[in-house]
């Protein structure tokens, strides 16, 4: 960006205007610059009106590339907001990430990642059903209440023999 010496009147015109990119300078230090059509600013900038903004702008890269999961190291949050630790295929660790499950093309690696674990996947965020226990205790019927009040009596009627 470069700062905008011409047509600036007031307060509210923008300090800068454009993107330029840095095609060469000349003997005087002053920079000869291209917009984004690659046609070539009218005039030479010198270096005090010009605004830096990306150094080095990497490639853009295309919007349908894809990467290859090698694994799922970690995972962080709760139900259903897990975040997995991945680790890209042909990808040293400095590019690992945390990814959403929305953002994998394939649930093959979270499945692999959860048996590995030991526990199971839980990608729903519904209560899931307690198991019935075994060792349930089991309440007595009104008849059975009856039947064992009824013997009570009876044995505290018959008097204890010394």
């Known amino acids: 960006m470069i700062k905008n010496v011409e047509s600036k009147n007031s307060k509210t015109d ?8 840095i095609h060469g300078y000349t003997k005087n230090g002053s920079y000869i610059l291209k917009d ?3 046609t070539f600013l009218s005039r030479d900038v010198p270096t005090s009106h010009i605004k830096l903004i990306n150094e080095n702008s990497p490639p853009p890269e295309p919007a349908d590339k894809r990467y290859e999961v090698e694994a799922i190291l970690k995972h962080k ?6 975040q997995y630790l991945v680790t890209w295929k042909d990808y040293d660790c400095s590019y690992d990430s ?11 690696p979270i499945k692999q990642y959860w048996a590995r674990v030991g526990a199971p996947e839980k990608s729903s965020g519904k209560r899931q059903i307690v198991p019935k226990s075994i060792n349930k205790r089991s309440v007595a ?9 009824h013997a009570r009596l009876i044995e505290n009627r018959q008097p204890s023999s010394l």
């Open 14 to 21: 923008p300090k800068y205007e454009g993107v330029f990119y």
């Open 141 to 149: 019927t009104r008849e059975e209440r009856s039947t064992k009040r």
């Open 77 to 82: 949050g709760k139900v259903p907001n897990y």
């Open 36 to 38: 984004e059509t690659d």
């Open 98 to 108: 945390w990814e959403t499950p929305e953002l994998f093309d394939s649930r093959q």
